[in-house]
């Protein structure tokens, strides 16, 4: 699977350093979800200029799957997934602009 940006959620399988979603695109970040059969594993999340929105990281202790709700949105002027070890990253978003 790649990534796919259409529709909502979005979802992220392949990290990459190439922003996502081009610089000049705003939108919220309401709900992300990451799930990975692997053990452990990282995620960094970035907006376009290199700024960092979320960060999650699990292990043996816990299960390979995160759930974070963010009560307001976080704010993102672009999309850039520097670090994704395992699993698919889905990110529930309303685009502002």
């Keep these: 699977m790649a990534n796919d ?16 979603a081009a610089d ?10 990451l799930t990975s059969v692997s053990a452990s594993g990282t995620v960094l999340v970035q907006d376009i200029n290199g700024n960092l929105k979320f960060e999650a990281a699990y292990g043996a202790d816990l299960p ?3 759930h974070a709700h963010f009560n307001p949105p976080i704010k993102f002027n672009g999309l850039t997934v520097p670090t994704l070890t395992s699993g698919t990253l889905k990110l529930y978003v309303r685009r502002l602009k």
């Design 5 to 20: 940006l259409t529709g909502n959620p979005w979802k992220v399988d392949t990290a990459t350093a190439v922003s996502a």
């Design 24 to 33: 000049g695109i705003w939108f919220d970040v309401y709900d992300l979800v």
């Design 64 to 66: 390979g799957h995160i």
